[in-house]
């Protein structure tokens, strides 16, 4: 996923220098890790105020980055947790755990 998102900082936000772009690219993964780490401990107290909060805030950070697969799954996260839908938002945290592996990668 992180050629998709060079891609997109490059064609989208017409940004050429690698440094750069090397330098949003961390910023963005620290942010997907803490806000990940904060998501499964919300879960974990069922506190579907803060997850929703959570999944908010990463998937407007993942639309201006252009990570679209993980700003879907925030999506349907915020709306689960706003419904407080227990099993919809496991599922979620669980793509996005799936997805933090290939972003890591």
Wanted: aromatic letters at 6%; a negative charge.
């Amino acid at each position: 996923m992180k050629k998709i998102i060079e891609e997109y900082i490059r064609n989208s936000l017409e940004i050429d220098e690698q440094e750069l772009i090397d330098e949003l690219v961390r910023d963005y993964v620290l942010l997907f890790t803490q806000s990940l780490a904060n998501m499964q401990k919300a879960f974990e107290k069922r506190d579907f105020f803060a997850l929703r909060i959570l999944a908010h805030t990463l998937k407007g950070s993942s639309s201006n980055i252009g990570a679209e697969p993980v700003r879907m799954v925030s999506l349907q996260l915020q709306d689960a947790a706003e419904a407080c839908d227990e099993e919809p938002c496991a599922l979620c945290v669980a793509e996005l755990e799936k997805l933090s592996a290939h972003l890591n990668n």
